[in-house]
């Protein structure tokens, strides 16, 4: 167990919808992480928060949002749903925001659009 | 733009021996770091190690070794005494500069630990 949690587990929706994804990172981590995965396009990094302020931006579509809240938590909004969106969806903590940090992952959301 | 290549999309090692997962990237920022992760079946990802591009020493954690070879553009991950629980998904990444960049990933390798 890393510490680090997703909510929820599973998630099945229809396309056009709008789905939250919450994550709650290990205690003391002030950086969160949202990736995908999904076998179309491999492992994707989505997004980067470090103390409630995004610190970087990888391959996040306009459809996609997320913020951290003050109390570190992070919630990923993903809206207008298609089919492609289907994925594994991972967030990760880490203590700070650098490089050499180590990340512990939580074990995913999986996302199935139909 | 940043790329991985990870050229070996399986391996078998015996249980005990050593096994090299190679990694090859492509970048022209002097600055960035190298990341492997493991993902067992199980579906969990987890992160093995880290190697920044001006550190002098090759990273290591525990059997995990990152052989960084900076002149070649290779960071092949090193398992020594290989286990059955090393049978996974292993991942190389490379985030360019410091704060602010997006993290590439490969395509990954399979590993598979024989008794």
């Known amino acids: 167990d890393s510490g680090v949690t997703q909510t929820p587990k599973h998630l099945i929706t229809a396309t056009g919808q709008r789905v939250t994804l919450r994550c709650s990172p290990r205690?003391?981590?002030?950086?969160v992480y949202w990736y995908q995965q999904s076998l179309d396009q491999g492992l994707q990094f989505l997004i980067q928060?470090?103390?409630?302020?995004?610190?970087a931006k990888g391959n996040i579509l306009e459809r996609f949002s997320a913020q951290q809240f003050p109390d570190l938590h992070s919630e990923l909004n993903l809206s207008s749903l298609e089919l492609g969106d289907s994925a594994l969806y991972f967030c990760?903590?880490?203590?700070?925001?650098?490089?050499?940090?180590?990340?512990?992952f939580g074990p995913g959301t999986r996302l199935t659009v139909l | 733009a940043q790329k991985i290549t990870q050229t070996q999309p399986g391996m078998f090692v015996q249980e005990k021996e050593a096994v090299t997962l190679d990694c090859t990237y492509d970048?022209?920022?002097?600055?960035?770091?190298l990341f492997w992760y493991k993902q067992p079946s199980s579906g969990e990802m987890i992160f093995l190690i880290y190697?920044?591009?001006?550190?002098?020493q090759n990273a290591t954690e525990g059997r995990y070794s990152l052989n960084f070879q900076k002149a070649r553009k290779s960071a092949n991950l090193v398992i020594s005494a290989s286990q059955l629980g090393d049978s996974a998904m292993y991942f190389c990444?490379?985030?360019?500069?410091?704060?602010?960049?997006?993290?590439?990933f490969g395509p990954g390798t399979r590993l598979s630990v024989l008794p």
């Open positions: 990760a903590s880490s203590v700070g925001g650098g490089n050499g940090d180590t990340q512990y």
């Open positions: 205690s003391g981590d002030l950086s």
């Open positions: 928060y470090y103390n409630g302020e995004e610190r």
């Open positions: 970048t022209s920022d002097p600055s960035y770091g």
């Open positions: 190697q920044g591009s001006y550190d002098q």
């Open positions: 990444a490379m985030r360019e500069g410091g704060y602010g960049q997006n993290f590439v």
